[in-house]
């Protein structure tokens, strides 16, 4: 009987904590959304976070770009082999990048590389008492923090992700012919004849929502940090994680969504 | 806000700085390795760690793992439904390529931000705290203490927690085709196309990636210094090198089989 009530209280916690941190992040959104009606945006701050955010990633996102096109290749590569087809390999890598492995991968990594940097570096300041100094001389710290982060991670998402996709289907192309012996115009003639631009279009909408989504999360979690250099290193974990879980679950809806 | 282009000077800098950093990481490796061949290590720390990375990512990795499974599906019936609509083949391709690449990759990729972060966050901050500096005084290597069950414990899990993955992925996916595609249960999990050379790819990337995460958080852990926002540095360089090392070694393992084990199809 006791050991049942304490499983219902641990569990009641655990669901309580969960619509703490997810009503949290809805109320940021909120703020943020208010302070852009009201065209209240710090530009400076804007220019600074996107070449923070967007010009330092280009090295990691090129990289995983590339790797991602060359494992594509290699995975259509074992049916192209059973079925003899060849000519199938540019549309099969080029779809499953555009549309699902290149969002997902390049939104992992950016959400690492980005995303965390931007927790720790919000909890930091929250630690520092930054935030408070802030709001003692009366600037709110949204408009000035935060909404440019925002904007700063839908946008550079939206960059990295058409570099990503070329670099990807770059990669792609040599690592075909190097491990496949598929020369380069017949991949590209697959690939061109086949992908859509709409192809493109619902990678890039996802990639737009997956920052937006990587932006509100490491906020939150930046913003909430208690405890020193344990709380900002934990903030940084959880915000991670529910970058993670943020991208897989709307990486679902919109792919129901946009057909 | 504009960086100095790089001088000669600072190339050399550079490159001294990533000789010094992988002597170091080898290093590192080295120890762990030594250190979980030797059976003296704290009680129960063991266990402590198998439950943190075990049972504390599962619902993590299956409910992620289980979201993936249903996407891969909907979008594969879709364009098969556009050129041939001959849907029955769907549920053993999609279990092999599951068991040989998703599967592992994206547990691995999911483990790099849960586990990786932690291991980073938790041993940089002992670190700034100076705990690791009074292991060291008691004469106890910190590496030894700390690492190696987090080290043992990951590469167990890794294995553990992808076998739990896959089965959420496919039971969704099997959903998924079944509700929008009307794909029978017993037509989609059709397990007869899975070979051997797809269980040793899996099992392959399962320890490599269980060894990679900890070791190379770790270091990024160990390297730690200054205060909240070293913890911070130290976190985010963690997932970013162990997400990143996930996909080289995803990319060397399929290529390596690709040409040999799995040459066959």
Same mark, same amino acid.
């Given at each position: ?259 | 806000?504009?960086?100095? *282009?790089?001088?000669?000077? !600072?190339?050399? +800098? #550079? ?8 002597? @170091?990481?080898?290093? &590192? ?82 483990? *790099?931000?849960?586990?990786? !972060?932690?291991? +980073? #966050? ?8 100076? @705990?690791?500096?009074? &292991? ?130």
């Amino acid at each position: 009987m006791k050991r049942g009530l304490r499983l219902l209280a641990a569990l009641g916690g655990w669901v309580l904590d969960r619509c703490h941190e997810v009503g949290g992040m809805t109320l940021l959104c909120a703020y943020v959304g208010w302070s852009l009606l009201r065209g209240r945006l710090d530009g400076r701050e804007l220019v600074r976070n996107l070449y923070k955010m967007g010009v330092v990633s280009v090295p990691i996102v090129a990289l995983t770009a590339l790797f991602t096109g060359g494992i594509m290749v290699i995975q259509s590569g074992i049916f192209v082999r059973r079925f003899q087809a060849y000519g199938l390999l540019g549309w099969g890598s080029g779809f499953a990048v555009f549309r699902e492995v290149g969002p997902i991968l390049i939104g992992l990594m950016f959400s690492g590389r980005v995303g965390a940097n931007n927790a720790a570096e919000l909890g930091t300041m929250v630690v520092t008492e930054q935030v408070d100094g802030l709001r003692a001389l009366a600037i709110d710290p949204i408009p000035f923090l935060i909404v440019p982060r925002v904007l700063a991670m839908m946008l550079a998402m939206f960059c990295l992700l058409v570099l990503g996709d070329v670099i990807a289907i770059g990669g792609g192309m040599v690592f075909g012919r190097a491990l496949l012996g598929v020369e380069f115009a017949s991949f590209f003639a697959s690939f061109a004849d086949n992908v859509k631009l709409w192809d493109l279009m619902v990678g890039l909408i996802k990639g737009v929502f997956f920052g937006f989504a990587i932006a509100v999360t490491s906020c939150h979690f930046g913003l909430s940090v208690r405890g020193g250099a344990v709380g900002v290193g934990r903030a940084v974990n959880d915000a991670v994680v529910a970058a993670a879980l943020t991208i897989m679950i709307s990486d679902d809806i919109l792919t129901l969504v946009l057909r | 806000m504009t960086e100095p *282009a790089p001088t000669p000077s !600072a190339l050399a +800098a #550079a490159l001294r700085l990533g000789r010094q950093g992988a002597a @170091q990481l080898l290093n &590192l490796g080295l120890l762990t390795a030594r250190g979980a061949l030797r059976t003296r290590r704290p009680p129960g720390e063991l266990w402590r760690q198998l439950f943190e990375v075990g049972n504390r990512s599962l619902l993590f990795v299956m409910v992620t793992l289980g979201f993936i499974g249903m996407v891969l599906v909907f979008q594969t019936c879709l364009q098969i439904n556009r050129v041939t609509g001959d849907l029955s083949q769907v549920g053993a391709e999609f279990v092999k390529i599951l068991v040989h690449e998703f599967g592992p990759t994206l547990t691995a990729l999911m483990l *790099a931000t849960r586990v990786g !972060a932690g291991i +980073a #966050a938790e041993v940089g901050s002992m670190v700034v705290t100076e @705990q690791v500096d009074a &292991l060291r005084m008691c004469g106890v290597e910190p590496v030894e203490y700390l690492l190696v069950p987090r080290f043992l414990a990951t590469l167990l899990m890794t294995t553990v927690l992808s076998i739990f993955g896959i089965t959420a992925a496919l039971l969704l996916g099997a959903l998924t085709a079944y509700q929008t595609f009307h794909v029978s249960f017993g037509v989609f999990l059709d397990f007869s196309k899975l070979h051997a050379g797809d269980i040793l790819t899996f099992a392959v990337k399962c320890l490599a990636y269980g060894a990679a995460t900890p070791i190379v958080s770790g270091f990024c852990g160990f390297r730690t210094h200054g205060g909240s926002e070293g913890v911070g540095w130290a976190t985010t360089s963690a997932v970013v090198s162990s997400s990143f090392v996930v996909i080289v070694l995803d990319f060397l393992i399929s290529a390596l089989a690709l040409l040999t084990w799995q040459a066959g199809g």
